[in-house]
Every structure is written in structure tokens, then in C-alpha cells.
């Protein structure tokens, strides 16, 4: 059996990666630890093999994972660009000895090999890749659609796990903050401010036109302002909204890769050369204490 | 005396690369740097080291330009430098620099904990951390937040996209750290001064692996399409100004 194997430990993720490798016309195996999962990735076309073993972190499974890889001649291993998931792939390509790429944003299987697209620098440069041979690549959501399918069968397969990495104890996340990717509009807080008490007019400036607040990674893991899961970049959140309004954000790449996919992009920095204003639509050079006051003002006038 | 690795790269720093009209990329008066992320690795070694009354020593691969990495990394609290280069690091992916580090942990020896980044700044291709648990058999514990150590038990906070782990291991042991696992130091004068009078072991690439010649390979590098409009408004006092940006921003109809 030939074919691709798919895992994502979020559902939703899975049966996109399992619709598109079902796509291609080669086989599909889906792997679960999660066997109220199993149905829901059958139903993708997937024949779901249900993981039973001594730990409970999917992690552990990289080697035993590489071994059932190589029994079946599998030929390519799709897994969710989550924490875990990019830990289990690169896991895997190592026992497996084989290429991988992360976060692709578009892949192609070409006879044996595959070819890919994915983001380095920061998101300031977009690199074409070619893995030879068999490969693993990590795929984020939403690139493919989930689609209906001839159900697959459903089976249990014994792994053995790695047992070194004990598990001592696991919280749910408690979310202190917004959820910024699902926002509409976001006014987003930078360096450039001054003082915390200062929020308080970004705040204002956000409720006059219904925005969340976000802000770049130094106010929320340096500064403490906010909470770590109000920051915007490419190791925080990446929005989507209509309109973002960076205020006193200088734009590093790292932040604007987090901001670049918002319809509207607007900078208000009282420097001119900030590398924010060369992503951004429309631009205030000035100073955020006189302009922030005015265009909340303007707002309200409307 | 044990030792605590950490692996950094010397990456080309992202603000010096110029992205031409075309979108063609020109590297040539970038300077290296250490990848931002592993300054949480080097870090996270030292602290380690202390804690476990061990070494603290850095690993590096890189072309004969990432000789600068190892003054920087020496003055960040590590004892010792340990610099693999050759041009193989040039064509090298993560199969081939994961091969080559091995080998350089195995060489080191009494390994405690060696500890990566998620990513390096450059290729973020987030796979060390595990490969190197492949190839050297290890555990591996990747999220790492909080690290605490006791005799040769290493306790972790991971975070995870849903949940909070704490996890535990006996060295040795892997450990790929996030950003927010500690805050590096900027090192001091002396630190820098000190920095150039620590032992550095250089070995050749070839010396440590016969065959590299990488699996994956990129085809083409091009900067990011941005399709801004770039509209700033400079006319009038500020009050004009915002009026500008105000009507701009109704006539997107994102107001």
C-alpha cells in the first residue's frame, strides 16, 4: 500500500489535509489517537487507522509513526502545522531519515518528489522548495477544503511509544484575551507608546469605531501590558481583519507577516522612515499623543 | 562535568536584505547575526548549566562567515564554542545539519541537555530538536516555557495551541525552547572582552559527516508581493491629516 498518510490532532485540520491527499487519487491513511475522531475522517475518504499505545502525547509515536510509515511503502506524510504536529513530523522525517518543510503555503506532488512554497525570514521572503523522495510537510488551516467522500474503513493499530518524555500534568488554556483572529477591526499598540496609562486612549480610539486591541510582541512578553495572547506576529496571532490600525508600531517583518493578510492597513508613527508605512495603505506621520485624540474624535463626528 | 549544548545558527539579519522591483532578492551587504531565537537557547544553557552545576557550551555549523557567531555566543555566558564549518553548510537542509550536529554531540560527549530554538530566524524550518532525538536516540521535549532541573531530571513547561504540559525527562535529553523560555541578556563589556579568550574546538564538516549532500533543495527565493497603496498624508496640520485618513477610510468602507 502506497499512498499518503495524513494526522492532525485538530479534526477540523485533518479532514482538510485528508480531502486534498484523497484528491490526488492515491490512497489515504488517517491517524487518530481520538477514536471519536475515526468516523469523521472516514467520512473524507480516509481509511483511519485508531492509535492505541502507553502515552498520551502524539509526540511519542515519531519512531514507531517512521516504522508503520516504511511497512506500508507510504510515500508522503501530510501533518497540521500545530506544536504538537510539527513535533511529531520532524520527529518522524528524522527516524525516517527523509526530507521535510514547514508551513508550507502551497504544495504539489511531482512524480516521487514534492515541490513546495513557504515563508523564511520572517515572512519577508517566499522560498520555492523541491524534497526528494518520500516527505513530510506541515500544512497550517484553511489551505485546503474538507470534502465528502466514500467512507474509508476503520481499524486500531498497537504503537509502541517513547516513555522517556513522562507527562506530569496538563491544563486546558485559559484564554485572558480576545480572540484577535476572528476581529473585524483591530487598532494594534507598539513600542512607540510611552507609558501604560497610555493604552487608555487606544482603548478609546477602539471602542469609537467597535476594534479589539491588539499589540506587537515587545508590549505583551517585555512590557506586560497586555496578555501574550493579544499579540500580533509570526509567533503570536495572525488576523485577518478589515481595517488594522498599527499605532507607535515600528513593523518588524516578524509583526507584519502577522498583519500583512488585513484588507486595510493603516500606520501612525512619528517616524517617517518606520518600516510599518511601506505595508500599510495609508499613513500619519505625527505624533500618536496629538493624532490618536483627533481620529478618535473624527470618528465620533461621523 | 556535564555539558549543557546549545545549537545556534549565524543567520543573514532579515533587515539588511533588499528586495528589488522585481522582487529579486539582494543579500550582499546583509550582515550575520545570531538567529534571534537561539539567544533563548544559549540562554536557556546557561541557566541550565548553573542549576546542574554543569558546562555550558555552544554548538554552531555554518560557511567560514559564521566564525564572528562564536565571539558573540561566548560572551553570552557559554565556556566553550564548538565551530563546525565547510561550504556544505551553504547547500546543507535539515536532514544534513541535523547529521552534522549529532556528530558534533557525540563528540562533545557527557551530554546533560543540548538545547535548540523552535526555529532559526532565517529558514524556520522548526525541525532540529526532534531530528537530533532521531539520530542520537534521545528524548525529546519541544514548547519548552519553563525549565527546571533537579539532580538529572529536567521538569517542563510546554506551551501547547490548546492546553498547558509539564513534562519530565532524565538527562540527557533534548529541549527546543520558545521565545518567552527566558529573556537573554544583553552581554556586558567584560563579558565581550572575556568572550575572546575562551577555548574554541573547530571541526571541518567533512570531518564529521562523509556525505552531504541534502535531500531537499530550494529552486527560487523571491521577496513577499505587497500590493499596498502607500498613501501618506503629509498635507496640513495633524487635525487635516486625520480628516484625510478618516474620508480615505469610509471610502473603503471600513469605517
Sequence with gaps: MAGILVYSEQTGLAEELISYAVSTGKAVTAITFNEED???????GADVCV????????????????????????????IGATARGRNLAASIAGYLDCPMASDVSYLQIVG?????QRMTYGGLLVSSETLSGISVVTVGPGMFEKQEKAAGTI???????????????????VKQGVDLTAADKIVCVGMGMDKEEDLEMVRQLA??????????????????WLPPEQYIGISGQVIKPQLYIGIGVSGQVQHVYGVREAKVIVAVNNDEKAPLFKSADYGIVGDMYEVVPLITEAIRNL | MLNMVACYKWVVDEADIRINQDLSVDMSKAQGKISEYDKNAIEAAVQAAKAAGARAVGLTFGNEKSKPSLKDALSRGLEEGYWVHGDEADTADAVVTAKVLAEAIKRIGNIGLVFCAEGAADTYARQTAPRLGALLDLPVITSAKEISIDGNTVTVTRKLDDCVETVSAEFPAIIAVLPEANVPDIPG?????????KPVTEWRAADLITDATPLSWVTSVKGYETNRKNIVFAEGDAAERVKQLVAALRKEGVL
Design chain 1, 155 to 173: 481499524t486500531s493499530l498497537q504503537l509502541d511509544a517513547d516513555n522517556r518524555v513522562k507527562l506530569v500534568a496538563r491544563e486546558p488554556v
Design chain 1, 51 to 78: 492509535v492505541k499505545g502507553a502515552s498520551d502525547m502524539p509526540e511519542a509515536y515519531g519512531k514507531a509513526l517512521a516504522g508503520f510509515i516504511e511497512d506500508k511503502g507510504i510515500e508522503q506524510v501530510l
Design chain 1, 38 to 44: 475515526a468516523g469523521i475522517l472516514a467520512s473524507c
Design chain 2, 189 to 197: 563589556l567584560k563579558a565581550v572582552m572575556a568572550a575572546s579568550k
Design chain 1, 207 to 224: 471602542q469609537s469605531i467597535g476594534a479589539e486591541l491588539g499589540c506587537t510582541r515587545g508590549i505583551a512578553e517585555e512590557r506586560h
Design chain 1, 112 to 116: 516521487p518528489d514534492l515541490i513546495c
